[in-house]
Nanobody, 126 residues
């Protein structure tokens, strides 16, 4: 099992940047694929970004591609989400998620991740 704790959320103006962190505890962080999802009020949880064993293999939703960067530091058991050129529509609670193994099937589907953090609020003002 793995436990996840997100941090780094906050209030930022449109065009600004934030970096989210997700610290993992438990065994074998390096054996988990990691992802970020977000959920805005009244909307379903949506996929944001995915990273496999190393930061060399990453995938993004179209809405954040080119603005967000997901990375991981296996030595620190931490995954990051660097967010730039933020827009008001990026406002949401951001969640870190983990699943065992490295495969691409259904990586955008939240129900394929058994482990979740508590979420961190990101608010972008216009």
């Amino acid at each position: 099992q793995v436990q996840l704790v997100e941090s780094g959320g906050g209030l930022v103006q449109a065009g600004g940047s934030l970096r989210l962190s997700c610290a993992a505890s438990g065994r074998s962080f390096g054996s988990y694929s990691m992802a970020w999802f977000r959920q805005a009020p009244g909307k379903e949880r949506e996929f944001v970004a995915y990273v496999m064993w190393t930061s060399a293999t990453t995938y993004y939703s179209d809405s954040v591609k080119g603005r967000y960067t997901i990375s991981r530091d296996n030595g620190k058991s931490t995954v990051y989400l660097q967010m730039s050129n933020l827009k008001p529509e990026d406002t949401a609670v951001y969640y870190c998620a983990a699943r065992s193994g490295f495969y691409l099937s259904d990586y955008i589907k939240a129900n394929t991740y058994p482990y979740w953090g508590q979420g961190t609020q990101v608010t972008v003002s216009s």
